[in-house]
């Protein structure tokens, strides 16, 4: 939730300057949703953008409907793909990685325990550090070499697992364990993570990273 915020400050100050600059920064990489059953709307990338939005004030955001339809037995994409099964449509989701069936610590869950609005998603204080440590290029993008799909939540579930990162001192405050956590992301037990770079050199730098 911290990223949220800092993207929500981020909208409020720019639209100091310029109202429309960030609006064109949205449409240029809009909010990814998908159709699901009964019509409803299913958010399947930028929920932290979404939400921010939401916090800035905003009811209203640029969104771009992805298409997910499948092939038939024959091999032919029907013209509109219609679920029925909820459950058949998030293992679709999942199966093509545009779905994380897990809660804030992690655990797998089912449809049910979804949540139904952008301000109900839970706070994974581990995603908030992965993400401060992606910022201070503790791991890149760059070197991702395209297995991008909830990289950060990776590196947040592995972070987890990390007796250097107890849970209790990671909620009451991820800043204070970021130096420890970025230390751990470019040692040797982070090889096979997405955007590794631990075995570049110790100059290395990620890259701009506007997000």
């Not at 610590?105 to 949540?115: F, R, T, V, Y």
């Amino acid at each position: 939730m911290e990223e949220v915020m800092k993207k929500s400050d981020d909208i409020k100050r720019d639209e100091l300057v310029s109202a429309t600059k960030r609006r064109f920064d949205l449409a240029y990489d809009p909010i990814k949703i998908v159709r699901g059953p009964l019509g409803l709307l299913y958010v399947t990338d930028h929920h932290h953008g979404a939400l921010a939005w939401l916090e800035a004030g905003h009811t209203m955001g640029t969104c771009q409907i992805q298409d997910v339809r499948r092939p038939d037995d024959n091999g032919n994409i029907p013209s509109y793909q219609t679920w029925t099964d909820s459950t058949q449509f998030l293992r679709d989701l999942n199966t093509r990685k545009l779905a994380r069936l897990a809660d804030e610590n992690g655990n797998s869950i089912i449809e049910k325990q979804l949540p139904t609005s952008l301000r109900a998603l839970p706070d994974d204080p581990y995603r908030t550090l992965a993400w401060m440590v992606r910022k201070k290029d503790g791991f890149c993008r760059a070197l991702m070499q395209g297995n991008t799909e909830f990289a950060e939540f990776k590196w947040a579930d592995w972070m987890r697992t990390r007796p250097e990162l107890p849970y209790d001192r990671v909620k009451a405050s991820p800043r204070n364990l970021r130096d420890a956590a970025l230390r751990l992301a470019k040692s040797t037990a982070a090889v096979g993570l997405p955007g590794y770079r631990g075995d570049q050199p110790a100059n290395y730098k990620c890259g701009p990273d506007p997000d």
